[in-house]
């Protein structure tokens, strides 16, 4: 059996690809952060809290409601999305003409309140949330046994990121909002709603959060803290890629994914530690992250 | 005469109930149940020890007795310096003779050191470390419930002898972890199984697929899991979507509890073996005490580590009754002298160094379609006797043992 | 000393020679220790101008050296906590050094990396105990001669570093180096264009605000006697600005309310469980909202005195 640095081409592919699917899961996690930061310039520390709140909007939908996964997708993302617009209206309105680091303060302390509420209610154990029936099962690829729902999870974040980066990018509604970042006053002038477009450009990052969280729902714990240790490996991938770069965040979550996978094969206890090594080094060498501009 | 005779011993009597009282330290015995009330074990001891404290002293019948109970709790919330901070405030301040409970080893040793300290006494029923009746062992300490040497012991020696004889270890990345896998590795090649490899991952992870790809490739029988709380669940339920007991092979828990188990449903954890020292459907006794706990905290069932709250209290209580006096050292060496006997764990005793020996039950966790109820999770495949489920006392290098 | 600074001094001192006779001496330690730690991390950012989100390995640091060097090397307490003060204060050079080049959101992130990587450091490693910490700090003997386990003698001694950090922290803001420091924190650029160095300038700010730290994680190790990853996690880094902002950030005396006000939260409110999360967090919320220059800042605005 043919070997790379010292263990067998299988297990190495095996955890390449995993290393892939983990990657497009930091990128969609990822998504709404730098749709938040790169656009709106805020700095959202709610978002781990608002992933938790689409993981636990699935679960209660599942257990109150009766509705599965499929409506979830589509349903828990607007619930959570909502309530992110109702966050932007009454709070982090006030704060956009002072210094960023004050929507990060009010950010952390709505996260703080959001898990302490969840925790209060819920416990710590986590709840139990079944897969969908569809997606269980997996496919023996030869080098490894790979279960359907990974790669669906391939497939669904890499449309989402490539949909949300051509809205941005590329169409007219992406282009007002960009404009209207730049220079509010002036786009206003032209009759564009501009705090309308803030509020829900801020619900929609807030939605691809939740839409993560629905993700993450069938293969990890839903938990009161799963967005708690997750957020700074967020915040990571958005410095690393750029803040303030879509493409940036979604190159750097797959780059990232893959990087982590194999220091999990060749230094395991490490794993938690390389991505923050890189992005001291990014930092220090290109502040503006790999794909950013400098603000 | 006979008169001023017996008025004379109604008096003495009455002094001698009046004088057992007062020598117990301002007429009360304070208990104070120190847990994880918020986090990580919240579900494990949390409010339950509490409710489990409560229930031990209403059973003791301390009222009739006379003697006055009161019980504190505080929220250590898995940090030593708050621990440590709460038992210095309740031996110093709020006169509590003793604590109770206190999952997590390093808080527990951080208590040990105070209670020791100052005298008092500590019956810790959470923590794992099988320390606190080795190196840190102390006169003011009584280990109850389980630790890491039996919990080796039991899962791993038993599985091997079932025929699981390969292993390969998912150790998580910290002291506990280390321990946890070198205490089994070294059983189970005593045993006469072999270690075919183990990956260490770091606290906490989310996500195991990595480190679960490589246990598959290892073709071990038995995935031994070397870590606890979240990462267990989580390793459990990505097992489960790997398809690793459908490929053959078999997960062995190394620190699960009842709560884990509810947490993630028997779908996911069904065919899983661990070693517990306390299941609640054992016999009538138990089952009463489950009722009337999951009456007191909102539907759950008691972990083992609430059963040995409740077990050390009414324990620690007869000691005190018996030795007259609150008194932390002489109490804990009361419960030392007295065999225990409660409705929880039976008969057992607590050895010089402060362990508490009962028997351990290697379990195995049903399939749905075997439950017949809420929490009826466990088949009971073997007990393990308490003289054989304990580290010998020889070798912990306890120095109060001679 | 200005006359509302030295009443201020003089209120604070007072308190906390009166107050061990009704409230919990220890309790009045991690306070004081806390608040030095508030205090020097309020140098950095209320006078420099620079958010960090890495402060909490200024604390773990000092506390795990001092801790080591008690146990293990059996150094007297004095000797303990200097040496915990001096690795807290290498690191601060190591990580200034590296940090300093950026600003604003780059540079708390920069520190937030760093500080991540040593906390996973202390994990991992064996002299820190790991999980459990290291456990059975001996507090010995002061110069040689004064039993630290006597409460009363460790709380006179906690007071005196608490006071002479404050005073110190008190003297490195009301100098020629205290005003060019609030002069590159209005506006570096004119400020570079008026000839100073400010690279050295934030540099030396850091640097003194990560001893100080470090010197209050050092004496908080002895005072309960262990050194915890908690001091290292970045959820302290997180209480520390949330401390600082309660009380006030960019005055003199906020940070020790601001300490007081969270410790005594905390610990009054441990039975609450999870609750004391929530309250957190609504305090943060309603801070930033609606009461931006926290506590002292307030009382300052009304007296229209400097605090």
Not at chain 1, 228 to 253: E, K, N, P, Q, Y
Not at chain 1, 284 to 289: E, F, H, I, S, T
Not at chain 2, 90 to 118: C, M
Not at chain 3, 73 to 88: D, H, K, N, Q, V
């Amino acid at each position: 059996m043919t070997e790379i640095f010292g263990i067998p081409v299988q297990a190495f592919m095996g955890q390449l690809l995993i290393g892939l699917i983990n990657g497009s899961f930091y990128a969609l996690l990822s998504l709404g952060l730098a749709v938040i930061f790169g656009l709106l310039n805020i700095i959202n520390f709610t978002h781990g809290a608002q992933y938790m709140m689409g993981a636990f909007c699935a679960y209660l939908l599942l257990n109150k409601a009766g509705l599965g996964y499929w409506p979830s997708l589509v349903i828990a993302p607007v619930v959570v999305g909502i309530t992110g617009v109702v966050i932007e209206r009454t709070m982090l309105k006030r704060l956009y003409n002072l210094d960023h680091l004050y929507g990060l303060l009010l950010t952390f302390g709505l996260a703080l309140i959001i898990q302490g509420v969840f925790r209060n209610e819920y416990g710590t154990s986590g709840q139990p949330y079944a897969m969908p029936k569809e997606l269980t099962g997996g496919h023996n690829l030869g080098f490894m046994f790979l279960p359907t729902y990974r790669a669906w999870v391939i497939v669904f974040s890499l449309f989402v990121c490539l949909a949300t980066w051509f809205i941005i990018e590329k169409t007219k509604l992406g282009a007002y909002l960009r404009a209207a970042t730049e220079n509010p006053a002036l786009v206003q002038a032209f009759g564009v709603n501009v705090p309308r477009m803030i509020t829900l450009t801020y619900g929609f990052g807030v939605g691809l959060a939740a839409l993560a969280g629905v993700m993450a729902g069938p293969i990890y714990q839903v938990s009161p803290q799963m967005g708690a240790d997750l957020i700074i490996v967020v915040f990571a991938v958005v410095v690393i890629g750029g803040m303030g770069s879509i493409m940036g965040s979604i190159v750097t979550g797959f780059g990232l994914g893959i990087i982590e996978g194999l220091t999990k094969v060749f230094y395991p206890e490490a794993s938690n530690t390389v991505i923050f090594v890189i992005m001291a080094i990014v930092l220090l060498v290109k502040p503006a992250g790999l794909f950013g501009r400098e603000r | 005469m006979f008169a001023v005779r017996k008025l004379t011993a109604a008096v003495a009597v009455a002094l001698a109930a009046g004088g057992a009282q007062a020598q117990v330290s301002d007429g009360v015995i304070k208990i104070g149940v120190m847990s994880d009330m918020s986090s990580l074990y919240a579900d494990i001891g949390g409010p339950g020890s509490v409710a489990a404290a409560r229930l031990a002293v209403e059973d003791f019948g301390a009222a009739k007795k006379g003697m006055k109970v009161e019980i504190v709790s505080a929220d250590h919330q898995n940090k030593a310096d708050v621990g440590s901070a709460i038992a210095r405030q309740w031996y110093d301040v709020e006169k509590v003779d003793a604590i109770f409970d206190v999952p997590n080893s390093g808080v527990a040793l951080a208590v040990n050191q105070i209670t020791r300290d100052k005298g008092k006494a500590f019956i810790n029923s959470g923590a794992a470390s099988s320390d606190l009746t080795g190196k840190a062992c102390s006169p003011n300490t009584v280990h109850w419930t389980y630790d890491t040497w039996m919990l080796a012991n039991g899962t791993g020696g038993a599985i091997v002898k079932t025929g699981g004889d390969s292993w390969f270890f998912l150790t998580a990345d910290y002291a506990f972890g280390h321990a946890l896998e070198r205490d089994t590795a070294e059983v189970v090649k005593k045993s006469g199984g072999k270690v075919l490899g183990q990956v260490r991952h770091p606290l906490n992870t989310q996500d195991f697929s990595s480190f679960l790809l490589q246990a598959q490739g290892s073709k071990a029988k038995i995935i031994g899991l070397a870590n606890a709380g979240g990462d267990t669940t989580n390793s459990i339920k990505q097992a489960a979507e790997f398809g690793i007991v459908k490929g053959g092979q078999s997960l062995a828990g190394l620190l699960v509890f009842l709560s884990d188990v509810h947490g993630l449903g028997l779908n996911t954890a069904q065919g899983l073996i661990f070693t517990e020292t306390f299941y609640w459907d054992r016999n009538n006794d138990t089952r009463a005490f489950a009722k009337r706990i999951a009456a007191a905290n909102n539907g759950k069932y008691p972990t083992m580590v609430q059963a040995g709250v409740y077990a050390g209290v009414l324990h620690y209580l007869k000691a005190i009754e018996a030795a007259k006096t609150d008194d932390g050292t002489k109490v804990v060496a009361k419960m030392k002298e007295l065999p225990t006997d409660d409705p929880l764990f039976g008969k057992g005793r607590i050895r010089a160094d402060g362990r508490k020996l009962h028997p351990a039950f290697l379990v195995e966790v049903k399939k749905p379609a075997e439950s017949k109820g809420p929490y009826d999770y466990y088949k009971i495949r073997s007990e393990i006797p308490a003289d054989q489920a304990f580290r010998p006392e020889k070798d912990g290098g306890c120095s109060l043992v001679r | 000393m200005k006359k509302e600074h030295r009443i201020a001094f003089a209120v604070m001192v007072a308190a906390l020679l009166l107050a061990p006779l009704v409230v919990y001496p220890v309790f009045l330690m991690k306070v004081m220790c806390f608040a030095l730690f508030a205090s020097a991390f309020n140098l950095l950012v209320g006078y420099g101008g620079l958010l960090s989100f890495g402060h909490a390995m200024f604390l773990g640091t000092a506390g795990y050296a001092s801790a080591h060097a008690a146990k293990v090397w059996g150094f007297p307490p004095e000797a303990a906590i200097l040496f915990g003060t001096l690795c807290s204060a290498a690191l601060g050079v190591v990580s200034g050094l590296l940090a300093i080049r950026r600003q604003g959101i780059y540079f708390a992130m920069i520190t937030l990396a760093l500080a991540q990587m040593i906390f996973f450091f202390y994990l991992q490693a064996p002299f820190t105990g790991g999980e459990d910490g290291i456990q059975a700090v001996p507090r010995g003997r002061l110069l040689g001669f004064v039993d630290l386990s006597n409460i009363w003698a460790m709380y006179a001694t906690v007071l005196t570093i608490f006071l002479g950090g404050f005073l110190l922290i008190y003297r490195a803001i009301h100098s020629p180096f205290g005003q060019v420091l609030k002069s590159i924190r209005e506006n570096e650029a004119r400020a570079i264009s008026l000839g100073y160095d400010t690279t050295r300038y934030k540099l030396l700010a850091y640097v003194l605000s990560a001893t100080l730290a470090g010197l209050a994680g050092a004496t908080k190790a002895l005072v309960f006697q262990l050194a915890s990853l908690t001091d290292a996690h970045w959820s302290m880094s997180g209480e520390v600005v949330l401390m600082t902002l309660v009380g006030g950030l960019g005055t003199l005396f906020g940070p020790a309310v601001g300490a007081l006000v969270i410790i005594s939260m905390e610990h009054y409110l441990a039975q609450l469980g999870a609750w004391v999360t929530i309250v957190q967090g609504i305090i943060f919320v309603v801070c930033v909202l609606a009461f931006r220059r926290g506590i002292v800042g307030e009382l300052a605005r009304i007296l229209r005195k400097p605090l």
